[in-house]
């Protein structure tokens, strides 16, 4: 497979430039790789943070928008995000209503994200954590033992929770309805991934 990077080590900062240079309503605070939505009124509504492992696009900047995501907090590649840099994503968006972290079934998203949310908390910030866990091919079968793996991941079934919790967020609901309409989604919600052949890290 042929790849226009221009160096490996640089490749997610490259992406994140080139991303927030082509959309003018997203910032990026490059230091800690987030991505935010200018346009947000970050006071009047609450605002949905999610992110992980580059490698995904147009995951996870590509969800940022109206009716969707308020900033994204990007890691290497196929690596989680730090808790400083999540930390800064809600300081850089929360408002008096509070924010909703979307996180993804990954043990390093789960720490990170939700140690990030503790400090957050202990800062004065109103902050929620929902966890997507939509992949039906690794929850556990009827008599095994959920400590057998980590459980099933966050996959495809993440964008229709940053889609309905988004929705919830757009008209104004607080942040407690909307932390249960994403839980619901995430309830009824299965996806499985599959793929045709491996994946191709960059150089």
């Not at 907090?73 to 809600?90: H, K, N």
């Not at 009827?142 to 008209?171: D, P, S």
Request: proline share 3%; with cysteine.
């Amino acid at each position: 497979m042929k790849q226009l990077v221009d160096a490996t080590e640089s490749v997610v900062d490259d992406f994140l430039e080139s991303f927030a240079s082509v959309n003018a309503h997203v910032g990026l605070i490059r230091e800690a790789r987030v991505l935010y939505d200018q346009r947000r009124p970050q006071k009047h509504r609450v605002a949905l943070i999610s992110g992980g492992g580059s490698g995904h696009e147009p995951a996870h900047g590509g969800y940022i928008g109206d009716g969707m995501l308020s900033a994204v907090v990007c890691g290497g590649v196929f690596a989680s995000p730090s808790t400083s840099a999540v930390l800064t994503a809600i300081r850089k968006v929360t408002g008096d209503a509070g924010c909703l972290l979307i996180v993804k079934n990954y043990t390093g998203d789960r720490l990170n994200f939700g140690l990030a949310m503790e400090m957050a908390r202990a800062e004065g910030y109103c902050v929620d954590m929902v966890v997507v866990d939509d992949d039906c091919a690794l929850r556990a079968a009827a008599g095994a033992e959920e400590r057998e793996h980590a459980g099933a991941r966050g996959i495809a079934g993440t964008v229709l929770v940053h889609k309905l919790a988004g929705a919830a967020a757009a008209a104004g609901t607080p942040l407690a309805q909307v932390a249960a309409e994403a839980r619901r989604v995430i309830d009824e919600v299965a996806t499985m991934g599959c793929a045709f052949s491996p994946c191709t890290l960059p150089g």
